[in-house]
């Protein structure tokens, strides 16, 4: 079990410092020290994890890698939020370094309460260390300067006499703190632990991050059977187990604090406290076990940030998804461009992390709960909160928009803005996915529910495109419960027809029948027969999916009829198709082959080059199953030129499993494997790891 350390004891050789600055007596040595283990603090109980860090400080350490050579490594600074463990992995390094025999001359131990109110100067830890190190106290120089070098002498003298010595610096709070405190040469070393990080002293740096999920939940095991050996809580319960580790965001101290309340109350089931803090509004409330706090660790880093730096990690808190890039934190923080450098301020800190990409930020778990709980107490930040997520939003919309404006464009419409080209706006539809997904989620309040709704509306053809299903429902259920609401008609007809194209995508078809019939009724109710047309033709591919082929041939029937009468080229032309599916399925395939071919012509005279891809593929398949193998290994092949110019990787291989099964139809088996093998490529890129396992089955048998 990792612990973090406090007090104000400095320890050398066994002998005790009562208090940082001042001593009660003289203190000489009159026999041999003793071991070296004897000077550091206990070893953190039930220590796990943090394996490959301990071999790196150990390695940096090893006086047999590095020696004398003037690229040794003579300090070592460990970085990390608070409660990450930076004091239990420092201390356990220095046991196994003297364990090693590799500080024979001992161990100072330095608490430097770099944090607390009044942390100690490097004035006070020179006094403190030369008289730990037997210097008279009427020995010690005024001047700083000359401490250090008094210091350094010390050190020198301990070196000949018994061997080099290791400086643990806990708690630093800078570089300036330190760096006095550099033992110099003769193969001592110093240690330091901070929650910023020191790329001033010229160190090795080694940034703490979370435990892993497996040393997560080895921590609450170790630290339930520490205390009752027969508890098997942990072990009996993996699950629930592994749901509370995840909700202490893998923090150690969290972790700690939560193996405690466990322990106090023997009774209780580890599900039900991972339940207590999955309900709490304020997560960082039940993290508190008497004597150790989450929210009381974060307040001394937060109490030290200047104000610029205090708005801007709150605002952050507020950020809708994992991670953020730099537009969204210019609109969070109301700026045209993103405040860099409190930004790398808040990094050093360790207060905020770098995201997914370059220009990516995002907050520990743990450390957004305490950003949205300080907010919450603030009547103004609570404001300024509102208004940066309607700036989020703002935002959001307007490149969404644009971005969606280029999946639907069609040749000859005005060329949309702000994008170069389709691939440059799913790019950034990618990239920004979560946080739009999260954002559309802020419409279950009010005053964020209109532009939620706009931003939603623009997702669902990408959501759609890139078969995000699980997405789409999360999106789907937020819109349909908002618009219902607000008996908003119109918006709810479209909610619940979009929410229904979701279900279907996710496999749940009887559910999608159910959401598009509301929306069939409520289009009707409005008297929108453009959508009420569209409507129909996705019910009838709900209703096909299904099996309920007879109603799926009706449903695109009125489809087609109604796109025509509405003069929407475009959905007769998708209804055709759809009708020719259909009509496939009911055995008529004579009357599918036209129905495709009349699909594909509509969609060509409307430059519709999408739907004319799905069109020809459609029809090869219709075309194949009539025996008319040669037009069908000729119409697939069309399907997969613009399949693979849309970048469509899904479709692509779908088009290509089709085709192998024309070439196999036809008996060519090298033909057909070589599809096949295609296809799970394009399955591949798609993300559809399924699809693409079941294409190299197929590719295996023709073999």
């Known amino acids: ?124 830890a020179l006094e403190a260390l030369l008289r730990a190190l037997g210097t008279e106290p009427e020995h010690i120089p005024a001047r700083a300067d000359e401490r250090a070098a008094l210091y350094r002498s010390a050190l020198a003298d301990r070196a000949r006499e018994r061997g080099p010595v290791l400086v643990l610096a806990d708690n630093a709070s800078s570089s300036a703190q330190v760096r006095p405190l550099l033992p110099g040469n003769a193969g001592h070393r110093l240690l330091v632990t901070s929650r910023h990080r020191l790329p001033q002293l010229g160190a090795l740096l080694m940034p703490l991050d979370e435990l892993t999920p497996q040393e997560a939940y080895d921590l609450l095991d170790r630290a339930l059977r520490i205390a009752h050996p027969v508890d098997n809580r942990v072990a009996e319960n993996s699950g629930a187990a592994a749901n509370l580790a995840f909700l202490c965001g893998h923090l150690p101290l969290a972790l700690q604090i939560a193996a405690a309340l466990l322990v106090v109350d023997r009774n209780k089931p580890v599900e039900e406290l991972a339940a207590e803090l999955a309900a709490s509004r304020d997560r960082l409330d039940p993290l508190d076990d008497g004597e150790r706090s989450i929210r009381a660790a974060f307040d001394l880093s937060y109490k030290r940030l200047p104000p610029e730096q205090v708005r801007l990690l709150c605002l952050l808190s507020l950020a809708p998804g994992p991670d953020v890039s730099d537009e ?25 992390e770098r995201g997914s990409g370059r220009r990516w930020w995002r907050l520990h778990d743990l450390v957004r709960a305490f950003g949205v709980a300080v907010v919450a107490r603030d009547a103004g930040l609570v404001e300024e909160g509102e208004a940066a997520r309607q700036r989020v939003l703002g935002f959001y919309h307007a490149w969404a928009g ?10 000859g419409k005005p060329v949309p803005r702000r994008f170069g080209g389709r691939a440059e706006a799913l790019a950034w539809l990618d990239e920004e996915r979560a946080g739009l997904v999260a954002a559309v989620g802020w419409a279950e309040q009010s005053r964020y529910a209109g532009g939620a709704m706009q931003l939603a509306a623009c997702l669902s053809e990408y959501l759609s495109w890139r078969r995000y299903f699980d997405d789409s429902v999360a999106v789907g259920q937020v819109v349909c419960g908002v618009a219902r609401r607000a008996q908003d008609r119109q918006g709810e007809a479209v909610a619940w027809h979009n929410f ?23 289009f009707r109710a409005v008297g929108d027969r453009r959508r009420e ?10 209703l096909r999916g299904a099996g309920r082929v007879v109603e799926a041939v009706e449903a695109h029937t009125r489809a087609r009829d109604l796109g025509q009468a509405v003069g929407d080229r475009h959905r007769e032309a998708s209804a055709w198709d759809n009708l020719g599916s259909a009509l496939r399925r009911a055995g008529r395939v004579v009357e599918a082959i036209e129905a495709h071919t009349r699909a594909r012509d509509l969609h060509q005279a ?43 990787w899904y479709r692509t291989g779908q088009v290509l499993n089709n085709l192998a099964f024309a070439h196999k139809s036809a008996d060519r088996p090298a033909q057909a494997r070589a599809c096949l093998l295609q296809a799970a490529d394009a399955y591949t890129q798609a993300g559809a790891t399924a699809e693409a396992d079941q294409a190299r089955s197929w590719a295996e048998e023709q073999d």
């Open 500 to 522: 229904g194209l979701a279900l279907r995508g996710a496999g749940r078809l009887m559910e999608a029948v159910e959401a598009h019939t509301r929306a069939l009724d409520l």
């Open 606 to 648: 409307a430059g519709d080059r999408q739907g004319e891809g799905i069109a020809w593929s459609n029809l090869g398949s219709a075309l194949q199953e009539a025996g008319r193998v040669a037009e069908a290994i000729e119409d697939h092949g069309k399907a997969l030129e613009i399949c693979r110019e849309f970048e469509d």
């Open 402 to 411: 644009a971005a969606d404006d280029w999946l639907r464009w069609l040749p």
């Open 328 to 352: 969204v934190v210019a609109a969070l923080a109301g700026t045209d461009s993103p405040p860099i450098k409190a930004l790398e301020a808040l990094v050093r800190a360790h207060l905020v």
């Open 533 to 542: 047309a569209i409507v129909w033709d996705n019910l009838g591919s709900a």
């Open 1 to 124: 079990m990792t612990t973090e350390y406090g007090g104000d004891h400095l320890n050398f050789q066994g002998a005790k410092f009562t208090g940082p600055f001042t001593a009660k007596k003289e203190y000489r040595e009159h026999a041999p020290a003793p071991s070296a283990l004897d000077a550091l603090p206990a070893r953190a109980v039930g220590f796990t994890g943090r394996d490959g860090e301990l071999r790196a400080l150990l390695d940096a350490f090893d006086p047999s890698a590095s020696g004398a050579a003037p690229e040794a490594v003579v300090v070592a600074a460990v970085s990390g939020l608070g409660g990450i463990g930076k004091t239990a992995l420092a201390v356990q390094a220095g046991h196994e370094a003297c364990g090693k025999g590799w500080f024979p001359g001992g161990v100072l131990f330095l608490d430097l309460h770099g944090y607390d109110d009044e942390p100690v100067t490097a004035d006070q």
